[in-house]
T-cell receptor, first 118, second 113 residues
Framework: AQSVAQPEDQVNVAEGNPLTVKCTYS??????LFWYVQYPNRGLQFLLK??????LVKGSYGFEAEFNKSQTSFHLKKPSALVSDSALYFC????????????????FGRGTQLTVWP | DSGVTQTPKHLITATGQRVTLRCSPR?????VYWYQQSLDQGLQFLIQ???????AKGNILERFSAQQFPDLHSELNLSSLELGDSALYFC????????????FGEGSWLTVV
C-alpha cells in the first residue's frame, strides 16, 4: 500500500530562522512528490513538486524541497521563515504503480502545522 | 486562485438530509477528484472521474455518490447525513500525466447538526 508519513504534527520556528518540514513516503513504482499548503479556512495550494531530474526543487514563496531516493524522503525547507508562512503543510505522492496511473490520485500525509513566531 | 470552483462554500443541514456539492474543474482538465478532510481522519480520497467515467474509488461511503457530467463539472451527493459527515469536502482537477499538478478548490464546508 502507498503511504506518506509526516512525523511531526507541529513545527515551531522563530521568524528569520530556517525551517524544515519532514516527509517520508512508501510506494511501489516510481514516486512523484508534491507539497501543498493550507491556510486557515482555505483550500490546498500547490507549493512545489518533484517529478524527475535535479533532486532539489524550488517552489512558491521561497520554499524548496529535496528528494532523497535512498531515504525515501522529500523534506520541505525554507532558508528564512516568515510569520506569514504559518499554515498547515501536506506532503503527497503519486505513483506509477497505480492502475490507470497517469491519472493517479494523490496519497497525503496527515499534515504538519507550522507556526512561525515573530 | 486555482481555477477549480466549488459551491456552496458553506452548508449547514440536519441529520438524515441529503446535499449536493458541485465542482467545476479547471478549463481543459478532464479528471476530477473528491477528497474529504476531517480533524480525525485527515485528507481522505473519495472518488475520481475522468471524462465522465469513474476511474478510482477510495474510502467513499455507500451513502455517498458522485458523477461527472458531459460539460465536465462534477457533483458529490451525500445522503442520510450523520453528524460524523461534517467535514471539508475538496474537489480537485488535473490533466493526464504524472508530472501534472492536481489543483484543489477552496472546499465546501459541511456541518451536520
Amino acid at each position: 500500500a502507498q503511504s506518506v508519513a509526516q512525523p511531526e504534527d507541529q513545527v515551531n520556528v522563530a521568524e528569520g530562522n530556517p525551517l524544515t518540514v519532514k516527509c517520508t513516503y512508501s510506494v511501489s513504482g516510481n514516486p512523484y512528490l508534491f507539497w501543498y499548503v493550507q491556510y486557515p479556512n482555505r483550500g490546498l495550494q500547490f507549493l512545489l513538486k518533484y517529478i524527475t531530474g535535479d533532486n532539489l526543487v524550488k517552489g512558491s514563496y521561497g520554499f524548496e524541497a529535496e528528494f532523497n531516493k535512498s531515504q525515501t524522503s522529500f523534506h520541505l525547507k525554507k532558508p528564512s521563515a516568515l510569520v506569514s508562512d504559518s499554515a498547515l503543510y501536506f506532503c503527497a505522492v503519486r505513483t506509477s504503480a497505480d492502475r490507470g496511473s497517469t491519472l493517479g490520485r494523490l496519497y497525503f500525509g496527515r499534515g504538519t502545522q507550522l507556526t512561525v513566531w515573530p | 486562485d486555482s481555477g477549480v470552483t466549488q459551491t456552496p462554500k458553506h452548508l449547514i443541514t440536519a441529520t438524515g438530509q441529503r446535499v449536493t456539492l458541485r465542482c467545476s474543474p479547471r478549463s481543459g482538465d478532464l479528471s476530477v477528484y473528491w477528497y474529504q478532510q476531517s480533524l480525525d481522519q485527515g485528507l481522505q480520497f473519495l472518488i475520481q472521474y475522468y471524462n465522465g467515467e469513474e476511474r478510482a474509488k477510495g474510502n467513499i461511503l455507500e451513502r455517498f455518490s458522485a458523477q461527472q457530467f458531459p460539460d465536465l463539472h462534477s457533483e458529490l451527493n451525500l445522503s442520510s447525513l450523520e453528524l460524523g459527515d461534517s467535514a471539508l469536502y475538496f474537489c480537485a482537477s488535473s490533466v493526464v500525466g504524472f508530472g501534472n499538478t492536481i489543483y484543489f478548490g477552496e472546499g465546501s464546508w459541511l456541518t451536520v447538526v
